[in-house]
């Protein structure tokens, strides 16, 4: 009667597993989207009024370094 049992748990799992994996595959995915379209602005030319700001902090490492070797 327990071989029976078993052989009967056995066909329902094959058949549930089964019927489980059709219906996963009849699924489609959702359509995409279009992405937006991106239009560019132009951008303003770059400013160069501090230019040379930081000039003098390279000498400053330099020197410091030389002091410390």
């Not at 160069?48 to 930081?54: L, V, W």
């Amino acid at each position: 009667m327990k071989v029976l049992q078993r052989v009967f748990f056995s066909l329902v799992l094959v058949a549930g597993l089964s019927v489980a994996a059709s219906a996963q595959k009849d699924q489609k995915p959702p359509p995409k989207e279009k992405p937006p379209v991106v239009k560019p602005q132009p951008k303003p030319p770059p400013d160069n009024s501090n230019k040379g700001k930081h000039g003098g902090e390279a000498a400053v490492l330099w020197i410091r370094d030389e002091r410390t070797a």
